[in-house]
Structures are given as C-alpha cells and as structure tokens.
C-alpha cells in the first residue's frame, strides 16, 4: 500500500480507539449503526459500498470517500466499475465534486498500486 493509505488507515484507527474510549452510548450505537448498515442484506456488501462511495463523493468527504474507496477494494470493485461509480458522482454532484474526484482518483491507484 501507499502513503496516503498507510496513514489514513493509521490515523482512522488511532482516532476510533481514542473516540471509543470516552464515547457514550449515543455515539457506540451510531458506530455500530453505520458498521451494521454495510453488511450483507437484501443488497450485498460490494453494492452498499459503491453506493456509500457515491454518496461521499456527492457529500465532498474526503476522510469517507478514502474510507469507501477501500472498502470498495476490499470487495472486488474493479476499474471499470469504479469509472462507472465516479461518472455517477460527477453528474449528481456536479462540477464541484471535480476536485474530490482527483483526490479519489490518486487514492484508488494507491490502492491498486498503479504508478
């Protein structure tokens, strides 16, 4: 993996253990939430994380779409598919989004190891 992986990942996981740590009730029941809402259902898990991965685009968050963007790896997503999910962002978006788009861009190849 890449540097930009590597230290979101680190980071991502350094600040969940700290929130966790003094986190109440609320917000270990959002957590758990958001976990539960991604797995297997009526749709698999590969289709909920390319729909995650449009929404964040589309909500321009950079930390969920890096977020998505791995776990879209992790299920199998492939380039062409990924093309697809990110012309869909673009035209729900719009132009806006164009600048996420890169950053998206740069982390999936990170993710694929493209040089």
Known sequence: MG???EEFDAYRSKMNDRIMETANTNIKRFFALD???YAEGALDVKTKEMLGLVASMVL???DCIKYHLGKCHEAGVNHDEMNEIFM?????GGSIVIPHYRRAVEYWDELNEVK
């Open 3 to 5: 540097k930009l992986v």
């Open 60 to 62: 321009r968050c950079d």
């Open 88 to 92: 869909i962002a673009n035209l729900v």
């Open 35 to 37: 976990t539960t809402s």
